[in-house]
């Protein structure tokens, strides 16, 4: 069965590094999708990719977030300089053109930021 | 806005009892609405969904009708068992021109759910 996979599983860095998190979507998919999870609060939506441009994004995306397709499997969610609060889960999620609201997630990466 | 708020954990059953997990919704309009599982070390697998009012999504035993006149989608399961441990999040998205372009979801807090035999 076809599955969204992540990179790494868990990612620690310095304060004001950057970091790029790393998904594959499923292959036939064409929406893509970031969120993430600060430890005990809710999953929040992050931004929203489709045909090569971002479609919606919340207040959380700031200029500090990017998104990329550098290629046709890979879409990359890069974080320029993190901070404390950057510390959550980051989960990628993709769906297909007949279904757009039937997400498929990724297992997710742990950043840690410190 | 949107928003969805779900019954706080933990829940913790015996098996084969009757699982209810509650949550309401605000949104304009008619959302979609999602019940996604989470068991540890995976990501949110969607368990079930239903796009318009009176419909039920079920699935593995699991249920959940959504109710427009209580704004409420809850979570049912007759016979748990210990392979249901998990968190479980309800999600809704905007229906199209809800503010919303590409079925943003909104989540829930979670609730995990521990099943003992």
Redesign the interface.
């Known amino acids: 069965e076809p599955e969204v996979t992540q990179t790494p599983s868990h990612q620690v860095t310095q304060m004001g590094q950057e970091v790029i998190l790393r998904c594959v979507p499923i292959s036939n998919h064409l929406y893509f999708y970031w969120y993430r999870q600060i430890l005990g609060q809710k999953v929040e939506f992050l931004v929203s990719f489709y045909n090569n441009e971002i479609s919606e994004k919340s207040e959380i995306f700031d200029d500090q977030f990017s998104v990329e397709r550098p290629d046709g499997s890979n879409f990359t969610l890069k974080i320029r300089s993190t901070k404390l609060e950057d510390s959550a889960m980051y989960f990628c999620a993709s769906s297909s053109l007949g279904s757009y609201n039937e997400q498929f997630f990724g297992p997710g990466t742990r950043l840690t930021v410190l | 806005g949107n928003s969805v708020t779900q019954m706080e954990g933990p829940v913790t059953l015996s098996e084969e009892a009757f699982l209810t997990i509650n949550c309401t919704y605000t949104a304009t309009g008619y959302p979609?609405l999602f019940w996604?599982v989470q068991y540890p070390?995976?990501?949110?697998?969607?368990l079930l969904?239903a796009?318009k009012a009176d419909d039920k999504g079920s699935n593995k035993g699991f249920e959940a009708t959504y109710r427009k006149e209580t704004t409420s989608f809850h979570l049912e399961k007759g016979s748990v068992q210990v392979s249901d441990s998990a968190v479980y999040?309800c999600?809704l998205?905007p229906p199209r021109g809800g503010g919303?372009?590409?079925?943003?979801?909104?989540?829930?807090?979670?609730t995990q759910l521990t099943v003992w035999p």
């Open positions: 979609s996604y070390g995976e990501g949110l697998q969607l969904k796009t999040f999600a998205t919303s372009t590409l079925g943003r979801l909104y989540f829930g807090r979670g």
